[in-house]
């Protein structure tokens, strides 16, 4: 029969070390305040996680902002190939105005739509000449007809800059990048709160249907929930279903990540984002009621807002529907189609609180977060009963 072997003093003392490790790792898991970013694909979360670098962590580098080159000249190139692409394909079409136009868009065409390793001139000068044209102008302004991304008209607009062979992004540049998330992605970062450093942890998790069910592995330990909508897409089909409206999706998710068991005991906070684009939308004619009838009923106080402002009525509407859904216990009928909800379940009222928002505006998200940061602290002391 084989004798136990006594342990070594050596053995002792990497045990005690790793107890002592893995209870300061604890400890800090603990400490940490846990916020999680939620919402379907395209509505600004990866920039939110951009703006917590730019105010909490110094900004970017000039290496990381060099890195982000090949990214946003292939925005660039996704742009003007999709715009390009889509002008006979709307109905009514649109013909380019300018004859030297026909040639560019010929050479956009033949590129493709997978990003290049590298943009010869031929490249930029055959984007100038498009972006000159009127046609290619008023595409954009019915760009929720087909799959665009938001900062379009921006990289196209300093297409001077971007072809610079020494171009290096600027912050807005690197803010107005799309890039989508595949995955969980985490930043660190510390923030005052009444004379101490508060230790903030932020995931990102993709948006897109087929990164949700992703969403689950990071539920654990997380005190709010920042759930982000872009208002701007109330006319705009999912890039990954096209039968559905991007907003309608927004609100069903947003629904299910409510009233889900899973986030109970976590603060829920939403970002209604892109205001920005909403109101651009708007000011070009784009009507609200054509996707949401009941917008056309939806009055608006003045305690509030302007009531004859269509625009003020509009954001304020996708706020009631938020409301509406967080004081309204999901059906048992349809639950079923919520997966992670569980409406037997008694569950106390829980406040929901909104902010409008444009990701890409620094001097915004900054106030806001401040906001945010002092109701998720306050919520954690008072949790703890030290307030």
Same mark, same amino acid.
Request: proline residues 4%; glycine residues 4%.
């Given at each position: ?27 800090? !898991? ?6 999680? +970013? ?37 925005? +660039?190139? @996704? ?19 300018? @004859? ?15 990003? #290049? ?5 031929? &490249? ?6 498009? !972006? ?37 992004? *600027? ?13 969980? *992605? ?8 009444? %004379? ?13 249907? $087929?990164?949700?069910?992703? !969403? ?10 920042? &759930? ?30 409510? !009233?889900?068991?899973? #986030? @109970? ?6 970002? #209604? ?11 070009? %004619? ?19 807002? /302007?009531?004859? *402002? ?9 706020? /009631? ?11 048992? @009928? ?17 406040? #929901?609180?909104?902010? &409008? ?12 977060? /401040? ?13 703890? $009963? +030290?307030?």
């Amino acid at each position: 029969m084989p004798c136990s072997r006594k342990p070594s003093k050596p053995d002792e003392e990497n045990s005690y070390e790793i107890d002592r490790y893995l209870l300061s790792e604890r400890k800090v !898991w603990q400490e940490a305040v846990k916020l999680l +970013l939620l919402g379907t694909g395209e509505s600004g979360k990866t920039t939110i996680i951009k703006q917590m670098k730019i105010i909490h962590i110094n900004g970017f580098s000039d290496k990381e902002k060099k890195e982000q080159t090949v990214y946003i000249r292939y925005n +660039l190139h @996704e742009a003007i190939y999709t715009l390009v692409y889509h002008l006979d394909k709307i109905s009514p079409p649109l013909v380019l105005a300018n @004859e030297e136009s026909k040639p560019a868009a010929a050479f956009i065409l033949e590129l493709g739509p997978d990003r #290049l390793d590298e943009y010869t001139n031929d &490249f930029y000068d055959n984007v100038r000449i498009l !972006w000159r044209d009127e046609a290619i102008k008023r595409i954009i302004n019915r760009s929720n007809e087909f799959q665009l991304i938001d900062s379009a008209s921006y990289f196209l607009d300093r297409i001077d800059e971007i072809s610079d062979p020494n171009y290096i992004p *600027s912050v807005q540049d690197i803010l107005h990048c799309r890039m989508k998330t595949v995955g969980i *992605s985490k930043i660190e970062f510390t923030v005052p709160y009444k %004379g101490k450093k508060i230790n903030f942890w932020m995931f990102d998790v993709g948006g897109q249907r $087929g990164e949700r069910r992703k !969403w689950i592995q990071v539920f654990e330990g997380i005190q709010a929930i920042l &759930f982000l909508i872009a208002a701007s897409d109330f006319d705009q089909k999912l890039r990954e279903d096209e039968g559905t409206n991007r907003l309608a999706e927004a609100f069903e998710v947003f629904q299910t990540m409510f !009233w889900s068991r899973f #986030l @109970e005991d976590s603060g829920k906070i939403v970002f #209604l984002n892109k205001q920005d684009l909403l109101k651009t939308k708007i000011d070009n %004619g784009h009507k609200v009621e054509d996707y949401f009838p009941e917008f056309k009923n939806f009055v608006l106080s003045e305690k509030l807002g /302007n009531p004859n *402002s269509y625009y003020d009525r509009a954001k304020f509407f996708m706020k /009631n529907k938020l409301h509406s859904i967080a004081s309204t216990k999901p059906s048992p @009928e349809t639950v079923g189609l919520l997966p992670g909800v569980h409406v037997q379940a008694e569950r106390e009222s829980q406040a #929901l609180y909104t902010h &409008f928002t444009i990701a890409t505006d620094t001097n915004n998200i900054k106030l806001v977060f /401040n906001d945010v940061k002092d109701m998720i602290l306050t919520k954690n002391l008072q949790a703890v $009963g +030290l307030i």
